[in-house]
Nanobody, 115 residues
Framework: QVQLVESGGGLVQPGGSLRLSCTASRTMLSINNMAWYRQAPGKQRELVAITTPGGRTNYVDSVKGRFTISRDNAKNTVYLQMNSLKPEDTAVYYC?????????WGQGTQVTVSS
């Protein structure tokens, strides 16, 4: 069974940066599109950024130019570098494959952007 473990969240002031990590329990990144998703209080979960096995990336408009997704297949780890954070980025961040598999959802990591 696959486990995805997210880490790196925290409390940061507006304009600050965080780097999230997602480590898979087994080799899977080389054959799957991977994504970061987020869910803010009272809102539906949304896909934020995608990376393909070949390293192509895509982002939701609200984070373009501020977030960068990357992957290290050898370490079974996907990263999300978040810069110029805004209060509206506050959410629980999760990683998963694309399309998301219900059984793969982890605990997520909380990101709070507040002064």
């Amino acid at each position: 069974q696959v486990q995805l473990v997210e880490s790196g969240g925290g409390l940061v002031q507006p304009g600050g940066s965080l780097r999230l990590s997602c480590t898979a329990s087994r080799t899977m990144l080389s054959i799957n599109n991977m994504a970061w998703y987020r869910q803010a209080p009272g809102k539906q979960r949304e896909l934020v950024a995608i990376t393909t096995p070949g390293g192509r990336t895509n982002y939701v408009d609200s984070v373009k130019g501020r977030f960068t997704i990357s992957r290290d297949n050898a370490k079974n780890t996907v990263y999300l570098q978040m810069n110029s954070l805004k209060p509206e980025d506050t959410a629980v961040y999760y990683c998963n494959i694309v399309p998301a598999a219900n059984s793969y959802w982890g605990q997520g990591t909380q990101v709070t952007v507040s002064s």
